[in-house]
Structure formats: C-alpha cells, structure tokens
C-alpha cells in the first residue's frame, strides 16, 4: 500500500519558497554487506572491480555459448551491435561504432556485460567469464595480445583507441 | 472559400498565413468547417441510435472511445527481442500539451519489468554520510511537487533530419519520440540531504531495476537543481512502461537520463562511464569526435496537423497546429511559414507555456490549392532559435545521431495530400 500514512507536509511551504527542503526522515540505514551487494557498478579507474580473472581463450569458449547468436561469429556478422572492427570509420559517411573503434574506456565492457548480458539471463555469468568476454573482445579488437590476461589490475590499465577524442559538454568534475 | 469564414481575416505573410488574433480572441470556433477534421458526417437517421436507448453503464476505470483505438503508438524493436527498443507517441492524432499515459513514447533496453511495489526500495548510498533505503510506503510520505513537463528521446527526429532524402512516414514516426505529462513525485534533493551529500561528491549514478540494469550518471547540480523521484504520471501512479513505481525525471535533459523503475543511487566523485554514456548517447563530429554530456534538449517545433497521412480536404481556411518545447525553458515565440520560408508569421501560444513543457502553437491558414511548404521555427526564453537541417549539418555532420532538432517541412501537393520535404 502507498498511503498508510498521510503525507507529511510540514515543509511544503519550504519548498514553495525555495529556501530549504525538510522531509520526515524515513530512510532506513543500509546495512553495509547489503549494499556491496547492490552495488555492481565498475568505474573506468577500475574501482569495484571484483578478484578473478580470465583469458582470450576462455572468453571464446563463453563467447560462443552465450553471446554468438546475437552478435555473430567474432563479434561482428548478426543483426544485434557490432561489437568488433570499425577502425578508422569514424569520419566515413557510415561510421562503425564498436568497442574497439569508439568505446573510450575498457572497463565499460566489464560492467555493461556484468549487468545486462546476455539479453536473456543477465547476470548469471561468473566474475570470471566476464573478465574472459572482456579479453576476447579486447583480444578481437587488436587491443590486446592473445595471451595478455585480464583482471582487475590489467583491466584498467587498458588504453582504448579511441580514449581521446571525446569532448565534455559538460564538465566531468 | 465558405461563406462561414470570419470577417477581417489579416493576412500575416505568404501563401495565406492570417494573423494569430483569430486564436487569441476566440474567433477560431468560426474555422470549424474548414479545419482537417472535415464535417463529413453523413445525413443520418433523427434521432440517432444512441438517443433511443439508454448508454452503457459505469465503469470501474474508463477506456477511450472505441472509435479511436485505431490511435495506437508505432513500436519497433531491436532485433530478436520484443521488449528491447522504442515505440513512438502518434503526435498527429493529438492535440493539446498533455500526452495520455497510455500513449507516452517508450524506450526500453530489456522490456517492461513487472515490479512488485511493496518489494520495491530505493537505495541511496556512496559519498554520503549515511546509505538509506527508501521504501514506497516512505516515498509516500515526503513533501511532493507535481510540474507539466516533457521527455524527449535525444534520439527523436534523426530518422528523417540525418537521412540524404527525406523519410515518408507519419508525424509521429518521424518525431514521436516526445510526450508531455504531469509529473508527481518528490524532490531527489530532500532525500540526498537526509542522506547528507559527501563535499566531495559532483555525480550521481542512477539504475534502474530492469533486467538492462540500466545506469547513468548526472551532473549533482542537476539533481539538488530540479530532479524527481516521480511516482505518478498525469495523475495516477505510473505507467510500468514509464517506471512504474518510481523513475527519475530530470526536467529538460535527454530521455535516457530520467531512469526508470529507479532502485539505485550511487553519489559520486566523477561519471562511471556507462556504455549509456559512451558508446550510445554521444554525438560524433564529423572530424572523428564525439562530443559526451550533451544533456539538455534543445529547443524545438513541429506541425503535427497538417502532417503526413492528415490530407486537405481542398482549399480554404485551416488551422495549422504543433507542438514547441525546449529543455532549456520556456518557448518564447514560434513562427510558421506557408511559402517554404519565405516569410514567417507568429502562431498563437496556447496557455499555459511552462518551463521545459510541451507547448501549442496554432496558426490560421487559408489554403489556396495550390502546392505549398509549411515549416515551424521555434525560440525559447533564452533567445535559442530553431536551426534549419541544413546549418545543423554544416556544424555537425549527419553522423551525430543525437539532439537533432532541426526544422521539418511538409510539402502539401495540389491534392490535398502531405509529404515529408527537405528544404
């Protein structure tokens, strides 16, 4: 039920005013082990990278399991993104925009695929595989070498192609 | 032309544009017979049917007439998923600044999550002093403000606007990508106060609980500025298509900001760098960059009456009609022209004209018969003036994808009938 109680409205006049805003209090304190839990997000200095670790190998062999259907044989070649190639076509008429040729930041991939993939049974991949995916498409990319292994230290220190030439409209601090 | 048309019709600029006063003082009832919604109902039987028996009863929560389900939102979805994709408000079939609920444009990166709201709680949590969970039962009870204003998809008009030729489609396939509605809900900054914002903290991450997880960062700014946990939409709780039963609306900024079914706040030091922000909702330049936190939506207009798929029924006096909005405020003025560009005149504003709403214009025309080029250009409070395709493309390229808001031109041919035209 919404409405067990009525609204408190003590600081309505408050706000009218746009001086201060006051509510009623009624967070509950979040229990640390709890919000670790909720928080999956990776930031492109790596914080919140988890331990584990994979390879290019084992990310082909995951790939082909759960990602090959929908984005096609090495990335590329089905009708969901392109995930692998588009280098240099960033200025052609019809510009290619994949991980290797436009994503500015590796750790992007680990947290996108760790939250959304695969489409139909997001996060049940382990930290393990998803570092295995991220080696394989950097691997696939040419952004890496076939036996450069990925984890949280790696991982980060991956400089994406195309890392520079993005334009803040808005500054980022 | 009819013998009901009003006196002193003041002819404002080219190709039979009339002055905007017919609007503003009423004398627009009189356009009734000419307008696209001909008096086409056949001579029928008096009294009619439905004045020989009683109607149907009551109902517990009401539907549109059936007459107009034919008004539907046109969806398209990514390759093999259903719920993955967008689905655009048939604005051609709408008047007025309000869209329904039910017809609000979807965007969806992994379908409609079907969210228990007693299950559901908020989490704020990061450079705070203290991590709180919100549930709806407390959401309910904080102070709530309700603001009429729009969401536009960043995405909306680049079908047609970034295409070499123009696209055929309807109104609101080409630019459908837009709704206005009545938000409800509570100031995000009351509840990052109780939870005591970090010094240190400039970003926030917002997810929500869909099975996309999606994420996206936005500037604190803007959430202690004008943001909202909104809970209810034109009036009722949201629709689960519109994050149902909590989603952020950021007044003014791109749609895929104001994430839905919100479940998360993360306060931080700098963006994550979501893909939602990289490698999607950045506008690559024609040199090879990209420009990344283009936020606000610029201002912007279309006619959606006439528009594609609407025909005139033959000369005479119609009113043309559209909707104008700006991210960046109010619209202050917007301008039709009949003649290609020609000349311009200013429509009537339909009242009320909010702050980063959608807003009516209306303008009489009395059509000649002849082919002609309608067009609307719109300018806000901050003196921001709609662009022509062409001066977008010249600075920016066609690859951008995003934040196009460039004119639209209808070309309406001898027949009555309307196209979709480049100027």
């Known amino acids: ?173 | 032309m009819s013998e009901r048309e009003p006196n002193n019709l003041e002819v404002v600029a080219g190709n039979g544009l009339l002055h905007r006063r017919l609007f503003l003082t009423g004398g627009a009832a009189a356009l009734g017979a000419g307008t696209l919604g001909q008096l086409t109902a056949a001579r029928a039987q008096e009294p009619p049917p439905w004045m020989r028996i009683p109607g149907a009863p009551m109902t517990g929560h009401g539907s549109r007439a059936r007459y107009e389900n034919h008004v539907q939102r046109l969806t398209m979805s990514v390759p093999g998923t259903d719920g993955s994709g967008g689905s655009r408000t048939p604005i051609e079939a709408l008047e007025g600044m309000i869209t329904p609920s039910g017809l609000h444009f979807e965007r969806h990166h992994s379908g409609v999550p079907d969210i228990d709201p007693d299950a559901h709680r908020l989490l704020i949590h990061g450079l705070v002093d203290r991590a709180l969970f919100f549930d709806m039962d407390a959401l309910s009870r904080y102070p709530m403000v309700s603001r009429i204003q729009f969401i536009e998809c960043s995405g909306n008009s680049r079908l047609t606007g970034l295409a070499p030729e123009p696209v055929s489609g309807t109104c609101g396939e080409l630019h459908g990508l837009i709704s206005c509605s009545e938000w409800t809900g509570v100031p995000l900054s009351i509840l990052l106060d109780e939870a005591g914002v970090d010094p240190s903290a400039h970003w926030i991450l917002a997810e929500g609980a869909d099975a996309a997880a999606m994420t996206r960062s936005v500037p604190l700014a803007k959430t202690m500025d004008d943001a909202l946990v909104a809970i209810y939409q034109n009036g009722e709780r949201l629709r689960p298509e519109n994050g149902y039963p909590a989603r952020l609306f950021l007044p003014g900024y791109e749609g895929n900001m104001s994430v839905k079914w919100l479940r998360r706040i993360k306060v931080t030091a700098a963006p994550m760098m979501t893909r939602e922000e990289t490698s999607k909702y950045t506008d690559l330049l024609p040199d090879g960059r990209s420009l990344m936190f283009t936020f606000p939506m610029d201002v912007k207009s279309v006619i959606t009456s006439p528009s594609p798929g609407l025909e005139l029924a033959g000369p005479g006096l119609y009113q043309i009609s559209g909707m104008a909005w700006s991210g960046l405020g109010r619209i202050a003025m917007v301008e039709v022209s009949a003649d290609g560009g020609a000349s311009w005149a200013e429509a009537a504003l339909s009242e009320p004209v909010l702050d980063k709403a959608v807003t009516r214009f209306r303008m009489a025309w009395r059509w000649n018969g002849a082919p002609a080029v309608i067009m609307s250009r719109a300018v806000d409070e901050t003196g921001a003036v709609q662009p022509t395709r062409q001066s977008i493309i010249s600075a920016k390229g066609t690859n951008f994808m995003y934040h196009y808001n460039g004119i639209q031109a209808w070309r309406v041919d001898a027949d009555g009938r309307v196209t979709n035209v480049h100027v």
């Open chain 1, 1 to 173: 039920m919404l409405s067990r109680g009525l609204p408190t409205l003590l600081s309505v006049g408050l706000i009218a005013g746009a001086v201060a805003q006051e509510g009623p209090n009624l967070g509950v304190p979040a229990d640390p082990e709890e919000v670790a839990a909720w928080d999956i997000d990776i930031g492109p200095d790596g914080a919140g990278l988890p331990p584990g670790a994979g390879t290019v190998a084992e990310g082909e062999a995951v790939y082909a399991i759960q990602c090959l259907t929908c984005h096609g044989p090495e990335g590329n070649g089905q009708l969901n993104d392109v995930l692998v190639g588009g280098h240099g076509s960033l200025t052609e008429p019809a510009p290619v925009k994949t991980i290797g040729s436009f994503w500015p930041y590796a750790t992007t991939i680990f947290d996108y695929i760790r939250r959304s993939m695969p489409y139909l049974t997001p996060r049940t991949l382990s930290d393990d595989e998803i570092y295995a995916l991220t080696a394989y498409l950097l691997f696939l990319n040419g952004i890496i070498a076939e036996d450069d292994v990925m984890d949280a230290q790696s991982l980060p220190a991956v400089v994406m192609p195309n890392r520079d030439n993005f334009i803040l409209a808005y500054p980022s601090n």
